[in-house]
T-cell receptor, first 112, second 114 residues
Framework: GENVEQHPSTLSVQEGDSAVIKCTYS??????FPWYKQELGKRPQLIID?????GEKKDQRIAVTLNKTAKHFSLHITETQPEDSAVYFC???????????FGQGTRLTINP | DVKVTQSSRYLVKRTGEKVFLECVQD?????MFWYRQDPGLGLRLIYF???????EKGDIPEGYSVSREKKERFSLILESASTNQTSMYLC?????????????FGDGTRLSIL
């Protein structure tokens, strides 16, 4: 079955700097890759997703890149702000499959 | 906006008790999921359901069962609660069984088994 590895487990950056979180997946048939943000005490919420027919997707300060050959995808946050502090989860799924396989999560801290 | 509602935010139960966690979604989604969330382990799938009365095991189904009698409601049952089931439990729902669509999560139930 699919396995998703996420790194780093914790990340601390200065406000205004960029943050990058990386995930690798094992099943080459995976074709949908969402990213979730979970603030303390709140539910995970989708922040961006990408499908395998696209190499990069951007939404304001957030971007996701996908390398199908290497089977990895990354979340990039630019100009970080204190409200970006949260736990971020990557996930992967195979077309036709209902379930997502999640990475272990990255706790991102933005230092003022 | 999709609303996934879990019946309790916090729950404390005793070892050996039968525990019910309830989840309701209001968007007529076919698919519903139960996860547990533990530090350093991410979200692990316990069970999911793609239709009324249908269920499939996820990655960690041992010690759990589920019930889906109505499309909007998906219940997680701990048959005989044990201390290693102390965790955060998250419910999620998703439409479109055959396409890549995001899951929508509830606020979670933090369950403590004493």
């Amino acid at each position: 079955g699919e396995n998703v590895e996420q790194h780093p487990s914790t990340l601390s950056v200065q406000e205004g700097d960029s943050a990058v979180i990386k995930c690798t997946y094992s099943d080459s048939a995976s074709n949908y890759f969402p990213w979730y943000k979970q603030e303390l005490g709140k539910r995970p919420q989708l922040i961006i997703d990408i499908r395998s027919n696209v190499g990069e997707k951007k939404d304001q300060r957030i971007a996701v890149t996908l390398n199908k050959t290497a089977k990895h995808f990354s979340l990039h946050i630019t100009e970080t702000q204190p409200e970006d502090s949260a736990v971020y989860f990557c996930a992967a799924t195979i077309q036709g499959a209902q379930k997502l396989v999640f990475g272990q999560g990255t706790r991102l801290t933005i230092n003022p | 906006d999709v609303k996934v509602t879990q019946s309790s935010r916090y729950l404390v139960k005793r070892t050996g008790e039968k525990v019910f966690l309830e989840c309701v979604q209001d968007m007529d989604h076919e698919n519903m999921f139960w996860y547990r969330q533990d530090p350093g382990l991410g979200l692990r799938l316990i069970y999911f359901s793609y239709d009324v009365k249908m269920k499939e095991k996820g990655d960690i189904p041992e010690g759990y069962s589920v019930s889906r009698e109505k499309k909007e409601r998906f219940s997680l049952i701990l048959e005989s609660a044990s201390t290693n089931q102390t965790s955060m439990y998250l419910c999620a729902s998703k439409p479109d069984w055959n396409q890549g669509r995001p899951q929508h999560f509830g606020d979670g139930t933090r369950l403590s088994i004493l």
